[in-house]
């Protein structure tokens, strides 16, 4: 792996790719350290520990959530944005026949989600700023400063945009899965700092750090194999005499993924169940907020079971707005191709969303069982505080695989042996 590095290295426009996705990540750093203007942070840090599932988003934003700094809300706005363009498309026809367009209809598409980022996180900012009254966090609590923070969120959130999307174009990788990429791993320093005080301290002993270390190695290696994980569909070609030329009579195959959704059914999940957690918590005094925190508090055994279902109807919902059998099967019959023993057309639509539900309920109940592993470790190892749980190990894992295999390419190209032997 180190001589691929330096061959990495070597290749002028690798190495370019390299530094410049290393430049936007560390000012996606420096901003998570820029507090908001008009805003007790220290009440804000306090406010975001009491709350497992406030942790958790502190995690993905990399500590700038916690911050309360200019990239506070991160890059969850766009990822809402993207979900619902993608939903819409299948729902508008315009933004279908878009979709059909190729580049020109793509960068349309991007222009529309950008447009949605904006009105989405300025929504967002006006729902944490009127959160801020009831918590005593804005230091003078009048409407322009209200407004001022809504606005700073805004900026910052865009501005994230724009960087994620420059990593795409200029850098190594997927800009926006980077930064939140980047953002759990600067976490982990503290983390590891805690767990050390927790030994010194006595909070803990070394068996349960041990546990924790096993357990995660065994995520680790579970999510390799699941993110790896395919269900591949033989699909035979035909042969065809264009001129004097045959095209064709090869033997292919359809890969369908055990994880086609990824970690948004996760994150979208997370979002729904913070919502009225959220709202409880404005009201803590009256009857409905007692009643809500005592029996769907983060951990319970309800708002577990919860979690799960909707991380598992998520996950059937994505997969199917982004694989749709029918045209699957289409475009194989239009290209002279068939399943074995499966009839083109709409039989072979049938066999590939039965396969693809059975290989998708895998998936799904992989992405639940890592959505709510850290309920079962804090049982296992009595380690409190510790965010970084299965979902911040799925999405740094299958982020690093993705990056791996672009420079991969990039290093075979050039006839360098890669990563992957």
């Known amino acids: 792996m180190l001589n691929s590095?330096?061959?990495?290295i070597k290749i002028d426009e690798l190495r370019n790719k390299?530094?410049?996705?290393?430049?936007?990540l560390f000012v996606f750093r420096i901003g998570a350290h820029i507090p908001v203007p008009g805003v007790n942070t220290r009440v804000f840090a306090e406010l975001v520990n009491s709350g497992a599932l406030f942790g958790f988003f502190d995690v993905i934003?990399?500590?700038?959530?916690?911050?309360?700094?200019?990239f506070a809300m991160s890059i969850t706005p766009y990822i809402n944005a993207s979900i619902i363009m993608q939903l819409l498309t299948v729902v508008i026809p315009h933004l279908e026949k878009l979709a059909k367009e190729g580049d020109e209809g793509r960068r349309k598409i991007t222009q529309y989600t950008r447009y949605l980022t904006v009105v989405l996180a300025f929504i967002q900012a006006i729902g944490v700023s009127v959160a801020l009254r009831h918590q005593n966090v804005l230091i003078v609590p009048t409407v322009w400063n209200y407004i001022l923070v809504a606005l700073t969120l805004t900026a910052g959130t865009a501005f994230l945009m724009w960087?994620?999307?420059?990593?795409?174009?200029?850098?190594?990788?997927?800009?926006i899965s980077l930064l939140i990429f980047a953002g759990i791993v600067s976490r982990v320093p503290a983390g590891a700092v805690r767990v050390t005080e927790y030994l010194q301290a006595g909070t803990i002993n070394f068996l349960s750090l041990l546990l924790l270390l096993v357990i995660g190695g065994v995520v680790i290696a579970a999510i390799v194999a699941v993110q790896e994980g395919q269900r591949r569909i033989p699909v035979q070609y035909a042969k065809r005499v264009v001129g004097r030329r045959v095209y064709g009579g090869q033997t292919t195959h359809l890969p369908l993924r055990v994880n086609q959704a990824g970690v948004i059914p996760v994150i979208?999940?997370?979002?729904?169940?913070?919502?009225?957690e959220q709202v409880a918590s404005w009201f803590s005094n009256t009857w409905f907020g007692s009643w809500y925190m005592s029996w769907f508090h983060w951990g319970s055994a309800a708002h577990t079971i919860i979690y799960a279902l909707l991380v598992i109807?998520?996950?059937?919902?994505?997969?199917?707005?982004?694989?749709?059998?029918?045209?699957i099967a289409d475009n194989i019959k239009k290209y002279g191709g068939f399943i074995p023993g499966i009839r083109p057309g709409r039989p072979t639509a049938e066999y590939i969303s039965?396969?693809?539900?059975?290989?998708?309920?895998?998936g799904a109940i992989f992405l639940a069982l890592i959505a709510i592993l850290p309920n079962f470790v804090l049982l296992a190892?009595?380690?409190?505080?510790i965010y970084f749980g299965g979902t911040a190990l799925l999405i740094v894992v299958g982020v690093a695989l993705d990056t791996m295999k672009q420079v991969e390419s990039h290093l075979l190209m050039r006839s360098y042996q890669g990563f992957i032997k």
């Open 5 to 8: 590095l330096r061959s990495a």
């Open 18 to 24: 390299l530094l410049f996705t290393l430049a936007m």
């Open 61 to 70: 934003s990399g500590g700038a959530f916690k911050n309360f700094s200019v």
């Open 163 to 175: 960087i994620g999307e420059q990593i795409t174009e200029k850098g190594i990788g997927n800009g």
């Open 268 to 276: 979208f999940a997370s979002s729904i169940m913070i919502f009225p």
């Open 313 to 327: 109807g998520f996950t059937y919902f994505y997969t199917a707005v982004i694989m749709n059998p029918v045209d």
């Open 354 to 362: 039965r396969v693809m539900s059975r290989v998708t309920l895998a």
């Open 381 to 385: 190892t009595r380690i409190p505080n």
